[in-house]
């Protein structure tokens, strides 16, 4: 399995706290299955400032340490991109890591906030999609305007954005009202990928198994595998075909 979406670069944003509770987590996930994990930290204007930068110098620390241990699991680094009208800037920057390739075009981890879908975000998807950059919106179950208003799902659908399951939200980790809507997404199979999103240990783990197990009953087993291995493989395979 392939984990596009978790937080396991340290001290950074929201995720793991320390070095070891980094590798704590890769381990976690390597013992579920996953054989790849692309480490997403926050760039989330003015509470996580992240940069091409601090990213890549806790990829780094990261991806050292874990040499001197036994674990086998391949990493690499991108970002959750809070949806702003900075985006665009940045973009010109070149200043975004990108998720990897899909129909031949840079792929961009979206999050909209919890509370509603921003007014012109649908004209942010298509400046973004006219530069060949294709958002997957991060964890739409847990956005409160589409949980009361899941139909408001498919103009995204529509324009060609991915989606991103958070494997914790079907297991009902985040409350009734994600479940119930990554269930209703998941039966209309409007989900691109399910990925952990994992945070820490005690808090947030990552649960990938367990989600490939759910949509198994839910839906059916190939779709599980499509969501956790071939359609992430597919998305993030130019990353790793770089040198680290």
Not at 2 to 11: A, E, Q, R, V
Request: hydrophobic content about 40%.
């Amino acid at each position: 399995m392939i984990d596009l979406h978790c937080h396991i670069l340290p001290n950074i944003d929201d995720g793991a706290k320390s070095i070891d509770e980094a590798i704590s987590l890769v381990k976690l996930a390597a013992e579920q299955g996953v054989s790849r994990m692309v480490a997403t930290p926050h760039i989330h204007l003015g509470i996580f400032d992240n940069t091409l930068h601090t990213i890549n110098t806790a990829f780094e620390l990261l991806t050292s340490k874990l040499a001197l241990t036994d674990i086998n699991i391949d990493i690499r680094a991108a970002a959750e991109v809070r949806i702003s009208p900075e985006i665009m800037l940045f973009i010109e920057q070149q200043q975004l890591p990108f998720l990897g390739q899909y129909q031949q075009k840079n792929v961009l981890l979206l999050e909209l906030p919890s509370s509603h879908v921003p007014p012109g975000t649908d004209k942010l998807i298509s400046w973004l999609l006219a530069k060949d950059i294709l958002p997957m919106i991060a964890h739409p179950e847990r956005n409160r305007e589409l949980q009361t208003h899941p139909d408001r799902i498919k103009p995204f659908v529509q324009t060609g954005c991915l989606l991103q399951l958070t494997a914790a939200s079907l297991l009902g980790d985040m409350g009734l009202l994600p479940q119930q809507t990554s269930e209703y997404f998941l039966k209309q199979k409007l989900y691109t990928i399910v990925a952990s999103d994992c945070h820490s240990i005690n808090r947030r783990p990552p649960k990938l198994k367990l989600a490939y197990d759910a949509i198994s009953a839910l839906v059916d087993e190939d779709y599980a595998y499509l969501m956790t291995t071939a359609t992430p493989y597919n998305i993030s395979n130019s990353l790793f075909e770089q040198s680290r």
